[in-house]
């Protein structure tokens, strides 16, 4: 059975459009949340989100390609590109033992709504003969496949908050398999439209805190829901063999994979939190067979963490029940945001940079913790603490649930 290593990575997200930048605020605590200044908020109940700043990507994507590619490829692809430039793969790999697992939950609505405006305004003639390759959500990996020249299997997984972390599972069991040598995994999304916002709202899953210090605030007495957030992300897992064969530095090892679903509800998590309790037991005794720990050392657990009164209790209560003291926490999306189908990548990468810094990132905002948690969450500032595993949890509308088992690279 092979292993898989975590020979590159690549990020576009609210704190960070490069991996230096993006692990420089993660560890500082420093958010992406900004007052919404990309339409008029005046009669939302939302006044704040995470989006990307600054990302340039016409230095590095020529103009007519870019109008091609909805914004959530444009995140996809810069992410991927960095994650292969990491790991020195173009011209060292077999293209069809080479595969392209990335992921979005709702593909390209700016497209979409974009070209619905058109027809409204001046009929279907003038409909772009674009809009459903730039809508499509498997177009994601598509276009990274054209560019990476990958002609191994090329999916996206749809999951809605879990998409990325299920890109990287089933990555993980196609290297594991000896199906590919290499798989670029991840996920983007671009979502910050005003009518997604309004579903999001009336469902009440999102906060409606104006500061954005206080906004999105995990496992907080006083949270409210969580904060739309934009961006990308994406990893190259490799088989150990190929990896060593070539001489390609490791980062880290996926070593467990967990996937389970409710079958509950199709936005609430189940209240026993039992089919979120399997996933973490499945991911860590795959984990454990391959790589046995000693039950001593403390886990950093990256949870999914949204910031909802439901996900947040019925989450923390799993945690609880199946690392006890062990697990150290705390929620990315403090910082970055929700960036939905992107989400679970960007907090593999959050969770690879805890072990190889030996910190846990800070939940930031978080002041006071729910009396009904009872897990041991960091907030304030990073924490150091001795441990070698993480565990990273996405959880998605529909009932999904994601565990995946990073530990940190042989010797």
């Given at each position: 059975?092979?292993?898989?290593?975590?020979?590159?990575?690549?990020?576009?997200?609210?704190?960070?459009?490069?991996?230096?930048?993006?692990?420089?605020?993660?560890?500082?605590?420093?958010?992406?949340?900004?007052?919404?200044?990309?339409?008029?908020?005046?009669?939302?109940?939302v006044?704040?989100?995470?989006?990307?700043?600054?990302?340039?990507?016409?230095?590095?994507?020529?103009?007519?390609?870019?109008?091609?590619?909805?914004?959530?490829?444009?995140?996809?692809?810069?992410?991927?590109?960095?994650?292969?430039?990491?790991?020195?793969?173009?011209?060292?790999?077999?293209?069809?033992?080479?595969?392209?697992?990335?992921?979005?939950?709702?593909?390209?609505?700016?497209?979409?709504?974009?070209?619905?405006e058109?027809?409204?305004?001046?009929?279907?003639?003038?409909?772009s003969?674009?809009?459903?390759?730039?809508?499509?959500?498997?177009?994601?990996?598509?276009?990274?496949?054209?560019?990476?020249?990958?002609?191994g299997?090329?999916?996206?997984?749809?999951?809605?908050?879990?998409?990325?972390?299920?890109?990287?599972?089933?990555?993980?069991?196609?290297?594991?398999?000896?199906?590919?040598d290499?798989?670029?995994c991840?996920?983007?999304?671009?979502?910050?439209?005003?009518v997604?916002?309004?579903?999001?709202?009336?469902?009440?899953?999102?906060?409606?805190?104006?500061?954005?210090?206080?906004?999105?605030?995990?496992?907080?007495?006083?949270?409210?829901?969580?904060?739309?957030?934009?961006?990308?992300?994406?990893?190259?897992?490799?088989?150990?063999?190929?990896?060593?064969?070539?001489?390609?530095?490791?980062?880290?090892?996926?070593?467990?994979?967990?996937?389970?679903?409710d079958?509950?509800?199709?936005?609430?998590?189940?209240?026993?939190?039992?089919?979120?309790?399997?996933?973490i037991?499945?991911?860590?005794?795959?984990a454990?067979?391959?790589?046995?720990?000693?039950?001593?050392?403390?886990i950093?657990?990256?949870?999914?963490?949204?910031?909802?009164?439901?996900?947040?209790?019925?989450?923390?209560?799993?945690?609880?029940?199946?690392?006890?003291?062990?697990?150290?926490?705390?929620?990315?999306?403090?910082?970055?945001?929700?960036?939905?189908?992107?989400?679970?990548?960007v907090?593999?990468?959050?969770?690879?940079?805890?072990?190889?810094?030996?910190?846990?990132?800070?939940?930031?905002?978080t002041?006071?913790?729910?009396?009904?948690?009872?897990?041991?969450?960091?907030?304030?500032?990073?924490?150091?603490?001795?441990?070698?595993?993480?565990?990273?949890?996405?959880?998605?509308?529909?009932?999904?649930?994601?565990?995946?088992?990073?530990?940190?690279?042989?010797?």
């Open positions: 059975m092979e292993r898989a290593v975590i020979t590159g990575m690549g990020v576009v997200s609210p704190i960070g459009n490069s991996l230096s930048e993006f692990e420089t605020n993660l560890f500082a605590g420093h958010h992406g949340i900004v007052p919404i200044d990309h339409f008029d908020a005046s009669d939302m109940g006044k704040v989100y995470a989006p990307v700043r600054d990302l340039g990507a016409s230095r590095t994507i020529p103009e007519n390609e870019l109008r091609r590619l909805d914004p959530y490829c444009v995140f996809g692809l810069l992410a991927a590109r960095q994650a292969v430039g990491q790991a020195g793969l173009r011209g060292h790999v077999d293209p069809y033992r080479l595969g392209v697992f990335m992921s979005s939950g709702l593909g390209g609505t700016e497209t979409l709504l974009g070209e619905v058109t027809m409204r305004q001046r009929g279907p003639r003038r409909v003969p674009l809009l459903l390759p730039k809508w499509i959500p498997n177009m994601i990996a598509g276009i990274v496949s054209i560019d990476m020249g990958a002609h299997a090329s999916i996206s997984h749809n999951a809605a908050c879990a998409s990325s972390a299920v890109s990287i599972g089933e990555g993980l069991r196609l290297i594991r398999h000896g199906y590919a290499a798989v670029i991840g996920g983007a999304e671009a979502i910050a439209q005003k997604v916002m309004a579903g999001f709202q009336n469902m009440r899953a999102l906060s409606t805190a104006g500061d954005p210090d206080r906004a999105s605030i995990p496992f907080d007495r006083e949270r409210k829901g969580f904060v739309l957030g934009e961006g990308g992300a994406a990893i190259v897992l490799e088989s150990a063999s190929h990896a060593g064969a070539r001489g390609a530095r490791s980062f880290g090892e996926i070593t467990g994979y967990g996937v389970t679903s079958a509950s509800h199709i936005t609430a998590p189940a209240a026993d939190g039992e089919a979120i309790v399997r996933s037991e499945f991911a860590l005794r795959e454990n067979a391959l790589r046995p720990e000693s039950g001593d050392e403390p950093y657990v990256n949870a999914h963490g949204t910031g909802t009164v439901l996900n947040d209790r019925t989450e923390a209560t799993a945690i609880s029940r199946t690392l006890g003291d062990r697990a150290l926490v705390s929620s990315t999306k403090s910082m970055t945001g929700h960036l939905l189908g992107g989400a679970g990548a907090e593999v990468i959050a969770s690879v940079m805890a072990i190889r810094k030996g910190l846990v990132p800070p939940t930031v905002g002041a006071q913790i729910d009396d009904d948690i009872d897990i041991d969450i960091v907030t304030g500032a990073a924490r150091r603490a001795p441990f070698s595993r993480t565990l990273s949890l996405s959880l998605g509308f529909g009932g999904h649930n994601v565990g995946l088992v990073i530990d940190a690279p042989e010797d």
